[in-house]
Nanobody
């Protein structure tokens, strides 16, 4: 069974750093665009960063210059390095990926989401 497994969340003080990881677990034919979204209490889920399989990257303005998205295709893993953290970065962070599976002689492409990992930044 294919799933996205996140790790690396936790609590940190203002100005600190955290690195989130997202592992694509299971057999996949292709991993397309991957990204990180976040959702704070009472707010809508919002994009933090996206990275295509060819290396194109997009950041939300709120994290630009502080967060760095990367991926290790050999390890089927994506990372989010978060520096200079602020209280407003506190949220549940979700990884997402467009995955193509090959089952029963068919290709199936879909959006997959991780379970979320909590990031708390305190002053």
């Amino acid at each position: 069974q294919v799933q996205l497994v996140e790790s690396g969340g936790g609590s940190v003080q203002v100005g600190g750093s955290l690195t989130l990881s997202c592992l694509v677990s299971g057999s996949v034919f292709k991993i397309g665009v991957m990204g990180w979204y976040r959702q704070a209490p009472g707010k809508q889920r919002e994009l933090a960063a996206l990275m295509s399989d060819t290396g194109n990257i997009n950041y939300a303005n709120s994290v630009k210059g502080r967060f760095t998205i990367s991926r290790d295709n050999a390890k089927n893993t994506m990372y989010l390095q978060m520096d200079s953290l602020k209280p407003e970065d506190s949220a549940v962070y979700y990884c997402t990926a467009v995955l193509t599976l090959y089952n029963n002689s068919r290709y199936q492409r879909g959006d997959y989401w991780g379970q979320g990992t909590q990031v708390t930044v305190s002053s």
